[in-house]
């Protein structure tokens, strides 16, 4: 019989775009460094992302939420609830998967990035999240009150940001909940900085759900046509091979490795993209300049660009209204710094070693 010496902890980030995924990159590698054995569970790009990250690691797909954003962003609450009857069904089907899954893999605790379905009463479990207020509008106090239900069947709630008042998520992240014990972890991100000489002058960074992603890519690609400079254009479309074509002054990927994506970042002197967390946790470590797009409808990023406009830092548009002229804007805010953290893996890990 084979003797398991390893602890194996399960990690499964939401497929909500790429950033879920991307910010547990640097998790699951520090399992590996603590010598743990990560198993990863999640569905759609967020999978297969990982599995191009970590070809060597055991990965399971897990019951889709099948999260599609409206083709109107003003009707983005009203999607929510019509397909939450829907993501419930998904919910009851992840738990029972992951019930299988910790039985057939033998998991020793879990770690859940916004997967809601994923824990189990047993095991240490943490959940991962930097929204301790969940922002909808009018229902905040709903949608935060429900958030806050699910995150207390957890063990622990990690929140990858500065508990202090120099912080990335705002009133986001830094929100009470009683009776429930949260970790502020600092900024999460899998890339570094490099002294690295620039080659694009713009390289505009893209991910989400569907069908917004296209629609800011389809945009972007007619505008970026007649900006005077470099451009490097990234989809942010995992697919089974990567695409190349340039076409006039751009360069354009379907996808790129992390560390092509990290050269690529260090390299281009301004990044547009969105304001997802993840995307501003990354360009904060890398000390960027940037001009956010929020995804229209989605309280949270439309928060953090409006947040980080007001502070001088990032300058912002909603998609609508964005054009080229718009980067003039740039010279007029600081760009983003990095914050001196560094996480204390052994100690956040302890959780999972047992008595």
Known sequence: MQIQLKKRILIAPLNWGLGHAARCIPIIKALQEQQFEPVIASDGIALLLLRKEFP?????ELPSYNIRYPK?????RLKMLQSSPKMAKAIKNEKKAVASIIEDYKIDGIISDNRLGVHHKKLPCVFITHQLQVLSGSTTWLSTKLHQNIIKRFHECWVPDNLGDINLSGKLG????????VKYIGPLSRFKKKDLPLKY???VLLSGPEPQRTFIEKKLLTDFKTYNGKVLFIKGVIENEQQISEEKNLTIYNYMTSS?????LNESHLIVSRSGYTTLMDLTKLNKKAFFIPTPGQYEQEYLAERLTEQGLVASSKQDDFTIGKLDDISNFKGLSAMDYEVNFKKLFSLFKGK
Do not use: R, Y
């Not at 060597?56 to 399971?60: A, F, R, V, Y």
């Open 56 to 60: 060597n690691l055991q990965s399971i």
């Open 72 to 76: 109107n962003g003003k009707h983005f």
């Open 174 to 181: 830094h929100t009470v909940i009683h009776d429930m014990p």
């Open 201 to 203: 002058d713009v390289m």
């Open 260 to 264: 092509e994506l990290e050269n690529a």
